[in-house]
T-cell receptor
Framework: SAVISQKPSRDICQRGTSLTIQCQVDSQVTMMFWYRQQPGQSLTLIATANQGSEATYESGFVIDKFPISRPNLTFSTLTVSNMSPEDSSIYLC??????????FGQGTRLTVV | ELKVEQNPLFLSMQEGKNYTIYCNYSTTSDRLYWYRQDPGKSLESLFVLLSNGAVKQEGRLMASLDTKARLSTLHITAAVHDLSATYFCAATSGTYKYIFGTGTRLKVLA
């Protein structure tokens, strides 16, 4: 199984600012995924981050709001831009190894005040 | 478009009792997963079900998959307090994209 490290684990941010979340994997993976989990809700896929190409965003999510970088096969970042209280959520990084199962980072709990 | 529904959303049960969580999905899916999430924690993989009729068991939990009915179940036998958590099912359809169910918040009462 993959070991995924996410930073920060939590943060409290002022509205209008941006936060960049980092995701480091202990092995090379083709695809990395970013999910959002709003309070008391299920997980919603934000985007798929592929190395060497633009991220693929799901309906309702746009690059200007959630820019993603994927500089190599073990690392990705998600930025939450121009934050508002509605962005308060847990953000999770995930990898799917060889089409077997997805593993998740410990998540970043974001509170926007 | 693949949709995944779980029921019940909330489940409060006594220790020692049995219960089943249901996961229905709307279109053909290649794989079905069950995850557990404790409050404030990330997701822990429980089961991966890859084919029709697949059954997997770990301790007091047993998961099964019926691809013809597009249904997976997570059965809890003789529940204990430590099983209190939120359980999610997720399905994929030909891609690496996971669609998660709404989650079932389980509380086991002593």
């Amino acid at each position: 199984s993959a070991v995924i490290s996410q930073k920060p684990s939590r943060d409290i941010c002022q509205r209008g600012t941006s936060l960049t979340i980092q995701c480091q994997v202990d092995s090379q993976v083709t695809m990395m995924f970013w999910y959002r989990q709003q309070p008391g809700q299920s997980l919603t896929l934000i985007a798929t981050a592929n190395q060497g190409s633009e991220a693929t965003y799901e309906s309702g999510f746009v690059i200007d709001k959630f820019p993603i970088s994927r500089p190599n096969l073990t690392f990705s970042t998600l930025t939450v831009s121009n934050m508002s209280p509605e962005d308060s959520s847990i953000y999770l990084c995930s990898v799917d190894q060889v089409g077997t199962e997805a593993f998740f980072g410990q998540g970043t709990r974001l509170t926007v005040v | 478009e693949l949709k995944v529904e779980q029921n019940p959303l909330f489940l409060s049960m006594q220790e020692g009792k049995n219960y089943t969580i249901y996961c229905n999905y709307s279109t053909t899916s290649d794989r079905l997963y069950w995850y557990r999430q404790d409050p404030g924690k990330s997701l822990e993989s429980l089961f991966v079900l890859l084919s029709n009729g697949a059954v997997k068991q770990e301790g007091r939990l047993m998961a099964s998959l019926d691809t013809k009915a597009r249904l997976s179940t997570l059965h809890i036998t003789a529940a204990v307090h430590d099983l209190s958590a939120t359980y999610f099912c997720a399905a994929t359809s030909g891609t690496y994209k996971y669609i998660f169910g709404t989650g079932t918040r389980l509380k086991v009462l002593a």
